[in-house]
């Protein structure tokens, strides 16, 4: 087990498509609702949503496009949008739920796919500290850590099925992705889907936010408010008005969208984005780890800078299939 040593992992840890005729009302109204959004229905969820790998959008609800205010003037730097705050967003599908462990396991039993933790022998792994430690030395590297064994080779920890797969890089979520017919959401799809047409964030210091976060002191007490020490299962709290799980805490999200500073592209990144390696991507929704006394980002506007190769403890993913009209 090795302490982070690296100023790129120290900076982080701070923290594809396929196009499908847009549905008439008959038939996103047929889409059979998703049994979750709270503790009992989550526990007894498997792990696989109805007519999964029968039918192209399981588990998948339509979003209906519009336009939004991207960001907060009011909050963290990055999450400023002084210039073009207005954003529009076509018709789309997304996961009601993140990725579950079953579904990944679906996706590696169908292809022998290995993912990059399994390949580079590693991940990091947060481990809540018995005593007060300096900043970020609560996060290890642990050999032979994966999605798998998110805690590492030796832990009795186990995971469970409809938990969301971590432990997963940007390559590996976009070859899951790929494999459905599916891709990330960009940014913009992501916040908006978030928001579900309620511009006000989330507020970091309301007396009770309906998701999983931390609880307590972070990282020395967690009080379990939520019922949980660390993950939950997916969909054990109440959809937004889209009907999505878990846009807030639990785990943060991948987005497709390279993370370059504030919203306002002031360098001409768009113009270059199509000539340049970028080596993170924006992250989206917060954490289980995230309190109020650290980490205020469990909002649909927070966002942070994600390395794209690196598994880590508190970070899964969605997919979207976008929708073309006729």
């Known amino acids: 087990m090795t302490r982070f040593t690296h100023c790129t992992l120290i900076s982080v840890l701070c923290l594809l498509s396929a196009c499908n005729k847009a549905p008439n009302k008959v038939e996103t109204e047929k889409m059979p609702p998703s049994p979750l959004g709270d503790l009992k229905s989550c526990q007894q969820y498997s792990g696989l949503p109805g007519g999964w790998l029968k039918q192209p959008q399981a588990g998948m609800q339509y979003i209906q496009g519009g336009t939004f205010h991207i ?13 073009q705050r207005e954003r529009k967003v076509s018709d789309f599908w997304m996961d009601r739920t993140e990725v579950s462990q079953a579904q990944f396991q679906s996706f590696v039993q169908a292809t022998g796919y290995v993912t990059e933790a399994e390949r580079q022998g590693e991940a990091a792994v947060f481990q809540p500290p018995q005593h007060p430690v300096a900043e970020l030395a609560w996060w290890s590297l642990v050999k032979g850590a994966n999605w798998k064994q998110p805690w590492g080779p030796h832990s009795s920890q186990k995971t469970q099925p409809n938990e969301p797969v971590r432990m997963i890089t940007l390559k590996d979520a976009i070859a899951y992705a790929d494999w459905l017919g599916r891709e990330l959401p960009t940014e913009e799809q992501w916040e908006y ?9 989330t507020a970091p210091n309301s007396a009770h936010v309906n998701a999983n976060v931390w609880q307590g002191e972070f ?9 949980f020490l660390e993950v939950a299962p997916v969909g054990c709290f109440t959809a937004n008005h889209f009907g999505l799980y878990d846009m807030i805490g639990n785990v943060w999200e991948y987005t497709n969208s390279p993370f370059t500073g504030t919203h306002d592209d002031h360098m001409g990144v768009q113009q270059i984005s199509n000539h340049h390696a970028f080596t993170q991507y924006t992250i989206k929704g917060g954490s289980f780890l995230c309190a109020s006394n650290y980490c205020m980002r469990y909002r649909a506007s927070a966002r942070h800078p994600k390395e794209s190769n690196l598994a880590i403890s508190h970070v899964g993913f969605r997919t979207i299939q976008k929708v073309t009209t006729k």
């Open 193 to 201: 889907a978030a928001k579900a047409n309620i511009e006000a964030d």
């Open 219 to 227: 990282p020395y007490h967690n009080e379990k408010q939520d019922h």
């Open 71 to 83: 960001g907060n003037n009011q909050s963290y730097p990055e999450e400023k949008a002084l210039y």
